[in-house]
């Protein structure tokens, strides 16, 4: 800040402007022993007058427009200069509330995370911010993108930094998750047949579904065909062994009997009645009563 830029700054906020300038003068030149012994004298001048900080604090923004904030090395001095101010006396550390209306104030419009940064500060962290963390906030937002490119996970960050970037890439990578369910909502809502059914990946639509009627249907389909070669071969019996001789009626009488009382039962292989292989047995019973009694087709 030169003369003419101290002289309007002093004009404009002439607490703030005396305090930047002296604390530039202790910052900028010496060693950092004398540097040190020197913020201290400053801070207990400040300190000595009650409500300096506050009043300070409050003409930071008034400052900043008489300042070069193009100069690196002079914002860099201009930002330690403003945790130096947010201080309370006697701590090395500021409180989060103070952290975060400064933050607001001197990286507005140099972070392009600082909102969420300032949310994510507000929400998890539980200590006060020291000055180690303010001073690497300045350097990240130098060196890392919007979308984190430049960040080095080997870094010395702190660890307030690190639990930062951790969350958001979580947050990055629920909005990818979300884009990709929107781009496969898409393409469902334009290919219909693609649209998948609550509670199955495939599930056949509702008028390819039996009703009850069409399950009866089949069932008594089913139990018809089954007893459809039992009645051929009861009919067959009776046509073919009712003219015969009279012991041979007699011997198709017992058979027809056991066989009756078979088919009413499991048949000896353990099959139900209806059962195809229950059938075959039938079938099997039928042509050793027709090669016992000598029958010629």
């Known amino acids: ?17 005396e305090a930047f300038a002296k604390y530039y003068g202790i910052v900028s030149g010496g060693t950092n022993a ?10 207990q001048a400040i300190d000595g007058i009650e409500g300096m900080r506050d009043a300070i604090f409050a003409d930071v923004p008034n400052l900043m427009p008489f300042i070069d904030l193009e100069d690196t090395g002079l914002f860099s001095c201009f930002y330690d200069f403003v945790f130096f101010i947010c201080r309370e006396k006697g701590q ?6 103070r952290a975060v209306a400064a933050w607001k104030i001197v990286l507005n419009g140099r972070f392009r995370l600082l909102d969420r940064w300032c949310n994510f500060v507000e929400k998890y962290q539980r200590h006060n911010i020291s000055e180690d963390t303010w001073q690497q906030l300045l350097a990240f937002s130098r ?25 958001m890439h979580r947050i990055y990578h629920s909005t990818d998750c979300s884009s990709a369910m929107e781009s496969q909502c898409t393409i469902s809502s334009t290919f219909k047949g693609l649209d998948l059914l609550p509670g199955s990946k495939r599930k056949c639509p509702s008028h390819f579904r039996s009703n009850e009627d069409d399950v009866e249907l089949s069932d008594s389909f089913t139990r018809s065909v089954h007893l459809t070669p039992i009645k051929r071969l009861k009919e067959s019996h009776g046509t073919s062994y009712g003219m015969g001789e009279s012991h041979k009626g007699t ?9 009756r009382e078979d088919t009413n039962l499991h048949n000896p292989r353990g099959c139900l009645q209806n059962s195809p292989c229950n059938v075959e047995d039938a079938l099997s019973k039928g042509f050793e009563g027709c090669i016992s009694m000598k029958c010629s087709f």
């Open 1 to 17: 800040m030169g003369s003419e830029g101290f002289v309007a700054a002093a004009a404009a906020c002439p607490a703030a402007a």
């Open 143 to 167: 060196c890392v993108n919007e979308d984190l490119e430049g960040y080095d996970p080997r870094g010395a960050w702190p660890v307030l930094i690190d639990d930062f970037v951790e969350q």
């Open 251 to 259: 011997h198709f009488s017992d058979s027809s009997s056991d066989y």
């Open 34 to 43: 004398k540097a040190r012994q020197g913020l201290v004298e400053l801070s």
């Open 92 to 97: 090395k550390s500021i409180t989060i509330q």
